[in-house]
């Protein structure tokens, strides 16, 4: 199975502060990273597929990059509603394993 | 809208059986792949199974650490997906999620329902 390891599992920052999550794949996933955003008591919403194509629906401000092991999302400009927990997902191949998670919470 | 609403969670002892349900509205179940997922404190997220469209044979896959006890299926003349769950064990007790599979995603997601298992 492919490892996901992100980084940070815990980040605090500010509106209106940037903010990069990392996501390292065990293996080359080529562009086959999805990062989904978790609110408490929600489901999972994909937020950005193929590493860097954004949702239909998602804020301009959401953004993704990378290809075969190392990816991140980037948001430029955080609001308050993006306090939340992040998850990137490879696409690459069963068992699509995620990352453990990272929680982004008010400084 | 698209919509998918799981029903079936609760408490169930070790070695019991669980069904769950997903339906679907907003869209045709019968074009696309579904999948399970489940989410634990401890483990976070994980991938269960996916049951592929009639297109692509209705093929199924397992994760791991369910196969051979857990089971998909699909109606799609009745719009639902369904995760039959035996042999139960403690860590299986999670919030199950259904998704649709679009492309190499999963959207949208269920609002979730939680199994207990626990003696």
């Known amino acids: 199975d492919i490892q996901m390891t992100q980084s940070p599992s815990s980040l605090s920052a500010s509106v209106g502060d940037r903010v990069t999550i990392t996501c390292r794949a065990s293996q080359s996933i080529s562009r086959y990273l999805n990062w989904y955003q978790q609110k408490p008591g929600k489901a999972p919403k994909v937020l950005i597929y193929d590493a860097s194509t954004v949702q239909s629906g998602v804020p301009t401000r959401f953004s993704g990059s990378g290809s075969g092991t190392d990816f991140t999302l980037t948001i430029s400009s955080l609001q308050p509603e993006d306090f939340a927990t992040y998850y990137c997902q490879e696409s690459y191949t069963s068992p699509w394993t995620f990352g453990q998670g990272t929680k982004l919470e008010v400084k | 809208e698209v919509q998918l609403v799981e029903s079936g969670g609760g408490l169930v002892e070790p070695g019991r059986s669980l069904r769950l349900s997903c339906t679907a509205s907003?869209?045709?179940?019968?074009?696309?792949?579904m999948s399970w997922f489940r989410q634990t404190p401890g483990k976070g997220l994980e991938w269960v199974g996916v049951?592929?469209?009639?297109?692509?044979?209705?093929?199924?896959e397992y994760a791991a650490s369910v196969k051979g006890r857990f089971t998909l299926s699909r109606d799609d003349s009745k719009s639902i997906a369904y995760l039959q769950m035996n042999s139960l064990e403690t860590e299986d007790t999670a919030v199950y999620y259904c998704s649709r599979a679009v492309a190499r995603r999963f959207d949208p997601w269920g609002q979730g329902t939680l199994v207990t298992v626990s003696s």
């Open positions: 907003g869209f045709t179940l019968g074009d696309y792949a």
């Open positions: 049951i592929r469209s009639r297109v692509y044979g209705g093929t199924i």
